[in-house]
């Protein structure tokens, strides 16, 4: 591993211990209506443009597994719950994330930074990075896992529907037999993976903005910086996941 590798991932640790040890100030009401924002920038804005990947890609899975596979076999319905349920919602929410959310904090603390705003802040008595760098993390950590669910929900009615009218049975036998199939513990696990994941993209966005020059090529640089290790984060822990799964499957 190179210096400049570890550096970093040095820096992300340092900045995960920070937000582990000084999540109780979030209960301030200043910090709380920061947190409350972030939260909405990251998820609620974001739901116009994940519930339309998540009905075009539920219906997109299902009528291909329904051609390759047919709309009753059990194995459709296994892998509508793994493949689509489990791995590509939370997986494509993330990437939506990164995309709107990771290079947006990055090169708003750069701004902030080459402003010195940090320091004005250290001057008014204000901690920097409670105020600028908790709401950001945890507002992601928050905002990930609930547009998951919501992208999960939205991509298996649609899926449903989808298999209902190729099949010609109603809706209801459709979402049953899904449901009859599905594992709750998983469930869980999706959004426990969409929380560490939100929190690792807002640990590196957080991190990329506010470590950089002052100046205004910084700027671009911790959005470009932000969002390639947003990604990798991304995949890395989607592998990782994948892999618990596979060890739960075979002990």
Known sequence: MSAVARSGLAAYLALLRLATARHGELRRPLLRAQLQRQ???????????????AVLTGAGVSIQLAALIGAEAD????????????ELAPLLSALVVVARSSAGIASELAVMNLHDEFTALRRLGVPP????LLPRIFGLAIALPAVTACF????????WLATALIDGRPLLDAAGRFLDLANPWLALLSLAKGALTGAAIGII???????????AQAISDAAITSVGAGLVAVFVIDVAFAALVWAMAWA
């Open 152 to 159: 999960q929900a939205a991509a298996l009615a649609s899926g």
């Open 75 to 86: 194995l459709t319905q296994r892998l509508l719950f793994l493949g689509l349920f489990f």
């Open 39 to 53: 939260v909405h920038v990251a998820g609620v804005a974001a739901l116009p443009i994940i519930m339309v990947l």
């Open 129 to 132: 990075a409670d105020f600028l």
């Open 205 to 215: 966005a957080c991190q990329r903005g506010s470590s950089g020059e002052a100046s």
